[in-house]
């Protein structure tokens, strides 16, 4: 499935003829904030979204139907809650924490832009390195399930960049509006394709969706 999304993308690209009989190559710069979540919730474990940044560039090509490629840096946060028995120990153990990954994203996207519009729409694929990951938060275990008197509990911080998959894809699809002196606003959802997280963590099925709103503006154009 992923591979055909990818043919379709490629082919879509090479067939592409600018609508237009105006080309314009623009560099723009990026920078805004995104509202990121994935996991599935299970038993005695959940997450909630919470708020990261991007920042990158997009080099785009024709003022009507076009194409674009963007490369972003995006760190995303979750807060997570866990609570399990250990019957090693035995004794409910807590994790309160909030999970970050970094990611360099590119993007390249097949765009329109109606005539006469300062609306632009796009539809492409996202490829995603992983680049860091972090867990910060406090761990807690008690001797009796429920309300029993925690016996031992302290804070962590560890990196925890092994716990996920070098590479993500994910489907795009963005809006965008030109402002004046050739500043931007432009919303992008990403909808997660593969599970981020690797083989001692997939019961979590952990898919990466985010959306993200973006400032740009415009630093290079001829045409």
């Known amino acids: 499935m992923l591979n055909k999304y990818l043919n379709v993308l490629c082919l879509s690209l090479l067939a592409f003829s600018p609508a237009s009989s105006q080309v314009t190559n623009r560099i723009t710069l990026l920078a805004g904030t995104n509202l990121a979540w994935g996991a599935n919730d299970i038993e005695h474990y ?5 708020y990261g940044y991007n920042a990158g560039f997009s080099i785009a090509k024709s003022e009507r139907l076009g194409y674009s490629l963007g490369v972003v840096y995006s760190h995303n946060r979750a807060k997570y ?29 097949i765009t329109y832009t109606p005539e006469r519009s300062r609306f632009t729409i796009g539809i492409g694929i996202g490829y995603s390195l992983a680049i860091g990951a972090k867990s910060d938060g406090h761990y807690l275990a008690s001797e009796n399930y429920g309300n029993g008197a925690f016996a031992y509990g302290e804070d962590y911080k560890i990196e925890n960049k092994k716990s996920f998959q070098r590479a993500d894809w994910g ?26 997280t690797k083989n001692d963590l997939s019961y979590l099925k952990t898919k990466r ?15």
């Open 171 to 196: 489907g795009i699809v963005s809006t965008g509006i030109s402002l004046t002196k050739g500043f931007g606003l432009e919303i992008q959802y990403r909808h997660g394709l593969t599970n981020i």
């Open 46 to 50: 959940s997450t909630d979204s919470r």
């Open 81 to 109: 809650k866990m609570e399990e028995y250990s019957y090693q120990y035995h004794a409910v153990l807590r994790r309160n924490g909030i999970q970050s990954v970094s990611y360099i994203d590119f993007t390249p996207m």
């Open 209 to 223: 969706s985010s959306v993200s709103l973006f400032v740009s503006k415009t630093i290079w154009s001829k045409g």
